[in-house]
């Protein structure tokens, strides 16, 4: 067993944990943070994207004793006293999504995106974004979000 210390969504933790448990497996099953999900399993679909020091990373990839020291942002950290973060509302605002399943992967990745690029071009938009798949195919939607938290649409 690992003793792992790490900050979730602004709160410090401490766990115990296998050395063969990712940290999706942690969030999930252990903080129950479920908005990560689960799909791939290999990194490829982002849907289980969280921020590691600010870093755009699908968790499912991260052994949890890797992720020990670190700061991690999860969907569930980013509304603040009830109010949605503006990604979170942009996507809201726009309709950009239609199962959900793919959303908090979009709006982690757009988050730390948008944070180091504040006016993207959109083929730097649909760069950033392709790690992450949605399979509803709502990336019209999901651009339109994007474009209103630029400054460039709605």
């Known amino acids: 067993m690992l003793e792992l210390e790490f900050t979730v969504n602004g709160s410090p ?15 999930r099953e252990t903080f129950m943070l479920t908005g990560a999900k ?18 755009a ?19 569930e950290g980013l509304a603040s006293d009830g109010e949605l973060d503006p990604v ?23 988050k730390a995106f948008l944070r180091d690029n504040p006016d993207p071009e959109p083929e730097a938009v649909k760069q950033a974004l392709s790690g992450v798949l949605c399979r509803c195919g709502t990336y019209s939607r999901i651009m339109r979000a994007i474009d209103q938290l630029t400054g460039r649409g709605i």
Do not use: H, W, Y
């Not at 689960?38 to 870093?55: P, R």
């Not at 979170?88 to 757009?110: E, K, S």
């Open 13 to 27: 933790r401490k766990i115990e944990s296998e050395a063969r448990l990712t940290l999706l497996e942690i969030l």
């Open 38 to 55: 689960e799909a791939c399993g290999v990194g490829e679909c982002g849907n289980c994207m969280v921020l590691i020091d600010g870093v």
């Open 88 to 110: 979170q509302r942009a996507f809201v605002d726009a309709g950009a999504f239609q199962c959900g399943f793919c959303t908090p992967g979009m709006v982690m990745t757009a």
């Open 57 to 75: 990373t699908p968790s499912c990839l991260v052994l949890a004793g890797d992720a020990g020291g670190t700061a991690i942002e999860t969907i």
